[in-house]
């Protein structure tokens, strides 16, 4: 079966990368191969998921290349191993707008938040939580979308909504955003943009 050839960029822990990994081992993920992983950083735990799953990992080091030449090294990497969608995961890089014009509608990321709630610059990671908490929200969620040149501006894919308890911190918020809503809509988003591509 023709499958679309995947890339997921991480710079941490990689926990929706897992998600992505498992989905294609239980067949949720099933019009895509995620045949390569790029961190921005080295020695992170993700790289380790990816090794552990059998997918090929490059480290393209950011703070020591500058911006411009990990994007040139990015684009020729991801030309040579024939990508067909980008996924962004936990990967706490802003593309520019250069980059991103190369790939319409080919990134994909998930925003811990309902989109255009808590997002753009300088929304990521507990971030995200910690503000909603201050406002008071009952309800937050995930976001998938697509990556245009405005920080969580493209195109929404998929949400899910999550129920904020009373009390709770920014750190159990995340863990339970993450367990609710990301690890089921990340990939259940790229298998319906794989299965597009793939047509």
Not at 7 to 32: C, F, H, P, W, Y
Not at 41 to 58: F, M, S, T
Request: aromatic fraction near 6%; include cysteine.
């Amino acid at each position: 079966m023709l499958k679309a050839r995947v890339a997921v960029l991480v710079s941490g822990g990689g926990t929706n990368l897992q998600a992505l990994l498992d989905a294609e081992k239980s067949g949720i993920l099933r019009s895509g191969e995620i045949v390569l992983v790029v961190s921005n950083k080295p020695d992170v735990y993700a790289l380790r998921r990816a090794a552990d799953a059998g997918v090929e990992q490059a480290v393209l080091n950011r703070k020591e290349l500058g911006k411009e030449r990990f994007e040139s090294e990015l684009t020729s990497l991801l030309a040579e191993k024939r990508i067909d969608l980008i996924v962004l995961a936990g990967f706490l890089c802003i593309l520019s707008e250069d980059f991103v014009k190369r790939y319409p509608r080919r990134i994909l990321n998930v925003h811990p938040s309902l989109i255009p709630a808590f997002c753009g610059d300088g929304f990521y990671g507990l971030k995200v939580h910690e503000a909603a908490l201050a406002r008071g929200v009952k309800v937050t969620g995930a976001t998938v979308h697509f990556v245009n040149e405005i920080t969580d501006g493209g195109e929404i894919i998929a949400q899910a909504a999550v129920t904020v308890p009373e009390g709770i911190t920014p750190e159990k918020l995340q863990k339970r955003v993450m367990e609710q809503a990301e690890w089921k809509l990340l990939p259940e988003a790229t298998e319906r943009v794989c299965a597009e591509l793939i047509g």
